[in-house]
């Protein structure tokens, strides 16, 4: 099974194609569990006020691609998640929003899903999702001290360059929103600055697939990954096919 990141934007565009992996690894899980009444699909969001309609929208959506069981972890900003929110579930989607309250909320449980991805369990991160999927996690900031890295629209409510322990799912940093929002600028000058080794920063409508093999590029942007370089940086994209 797989680790799905996709780098934001919605609604859903070209036909569902950048999470139809996820969707046929959610069945094909349960289906070999034997489970009859449906995949059983954790849908994680933390936000304030419009958690329930959004979750309700994302259920809609997502039942045009795949039939399964939908298991609501709905919490407000910062309010801790348990572990036992992903008690026998086939797949785990975590949704966006402010990258830093997920975070917080999601820390408690970080264990857990770690453990449920390492049997089998398909991860699907958006957005927020995707940024704290990595081990050294990019929650947010426009500048490093006076210096501005980015744009303040993109700070999620941060000035300074913010890294945390993220789920730890993967060893590369990500970076989502990567052309619409420039922050391939902020994943840059964190590998500088030695605050991340490397990372991945991922376009709207596009998702990185990470699993047994290559990793896989799906849907319509890029992929822009950066590595150190001798005292510099190394920039190349990735588009969907490329492996």
């Known amino acids: 099974m797989s680790i799905h990141l996709v780098g934001g934007g919605w609604p859903i565009e070209d036909d569902g194609a950048v999470y139809r992996l996820f969707f046929d690894e959610l069945v094909a899980r349960a289906e070999a569990a034997g489970v009859l009444e449906g995949s059983r699909l954790a849908i994680v969001l933390v936000r304030d006020g419009d958690a329930p ?5 994302l259920v809609a959506a997502f039942e045009q691609l795949a039939k399964f069981v939908p298991v609501p972890v709905l919490a407000p900003e910062n309010a801790p998640i348990g572990p036992e929110k992903f008690a026998d579930v086939d797949g785990i989607v975590v949704w966006g929003g402010l990258t830093p309250a997920y975070r917080t909320s999601l820390e408690p449980a970080f264990g857990e899903i770690r453990r449920l991805v390492a049997s089998g369990v398909p991860y699907l991160g958006f957005s927020a999702g995707a940024s704290i999927a990595a081990e050294r996690a990019i ?3 426009w500048k490093i001290d006076e210096v501005e890295i980015g744009a303040e629209e993109a700070d999620e409510d941060l000035e300074q360059l913010t890294i945390a322990a993220g789920i730890g799912l993967i060893d590369l940093a990500v970076d989502v929103h990567a052309a619409q929002w420039g922050t391939i600028s902020r994943l840059i000058a964190a590998t500088e600055a030695g605050a991340v080794d490397g990372g991945v920063a991922i376009d709207e409508h596009t998702a990185l697939v990470v699993g047994v093999g290559p ?4 849907g319509r942007g890029s992929v822009w990954k950066v590595t150190p370089d001798a005292g510099s940086v190394r920039v190349s994209t990735a588009g969907a096919g490329a492996s």
């Open 215 to 218: 990793l896989q590029v799906v």
């Open 53 to 57: 309609e959004r979750y309700a929208e």
């Open 139 to 141: 929650v947010g900031g």
